[in-house]
T-cell receptor, first 113, second 114 residues
Framework: TQLLEQSPQFLSIQEGENLTVYCNSS?????LQWYRQEPGEGPVLLVTVVTGGEVKKLKRLTFQFGDARKDSSLHITAAQPGDTGLYLC?????????????FGQGTRLTINP | DAGITQSPRYKITETGRQVTLMCHQT?????MFWYRQDLGHGLRLIYYSAAADITDKGEVPDGYVVSRSKTENFPLTLESATRSQTSVYFC?????????????FGAGSRLTVL
């Protein structure tokens, strides 16, 4: 069974600070996605990374896929209250179960004004 | 309206009762999925369907039944609800040709089993 471990599970910081969320596994994934979920809503896709070492930027958010395609990170620069939410990473299996995504347990981020 | 809708959004039931959660999507996406979300576990796949009349088990299928007689609908049934099935349930869909495996989620159904 492929597992994704996210850390930290909870993070509360002040507006303007930088932060990094990690998503780690012992398994290889063909691609990895990051979703953000607001209270009372379903997750919404932020980004998909496919190539080992790939870096994608979405405004103040920077996503990186590890060289071995086993881990990923999300870095937020100058966090704002609007960044508050639950961040989920999800991996697509490299071999078996290619049609199914495996989700991490999530990182609940709170940005205080 | 276009999109993916779940109903009911909130449901309270008692142990042993049958409950059906509905999911409807308007895109004619081939793939549909049911996940449950619990604190500390993230999203866990219950069942998925690759097309009408084709369904398969996910990570946590026990106690659940699904059907897919029409492409747009994918109901999830708890035949005899248990307290451990108290959770938030999310339906999602994906187009067969979505190479990036992008899922679009419904807003969720919060189920409480007393």
């Amino acid at each position: 069974t492929q597992l994704l471990e996210q850390s930290p599970q909870f993070l509360s910081i002040q507006e303007g600070e930088n932060l990094t969320v990690y998503c780690n596994s012992s398994s290889v994934f063909s691609s990895l996605q990051w979703y953000r979920q607001e209270p009372g809503e379903g997750p919404v896709l932020l980004v998909t990374v496919v190539t080992g070492g790939e870096v994608k930027k979405l405004k103040r958010l920077t996503f990186q896929f590890g060289d071995a395609r086993k881990d990923s990170s999300l870095h937020i620069t100058a966090a704002q209250p609007g960044d508050t939410g639950l961040y989920l990473c999800a991996g697509r299996g490299a071999i078996q179960g290619a049609q199914k995504l495996v989700f991490g347990q999530g990182t609940r981020l709170t940005i205080n004004p | 309206d276009a999109g993916i809708t779940q109903s009911p959004r909130y449901k309270i039931t008692e142990t042993g009762r049958q409950v059906t959660l509905m999911c409807h999507q308007t895109w004619s996406h081939s793939y549909m999925f049911w996940y449950r979300q619990d604190l500390g576990h993230g999203l866990r796949l219950i069942y998925y369907s690759a097309a009408a009349d084709i369904t398969d088990k996910g990570e946590v299928p026990d106690g659940y039944v699904v059907s897919r007689s029409k492409t747009e609908n994918f109901p999830l049934t708890l035949e005899s609800a248990t307290r451990s099935q108290t959770s938030v349930y999310f339906c999602a869909s994906r187009d067969r040709n979505s190479g990036a495996n992008v899922l679009t989620f419904g807003a969720g159904s919060r189920l409480t089993v007393l």
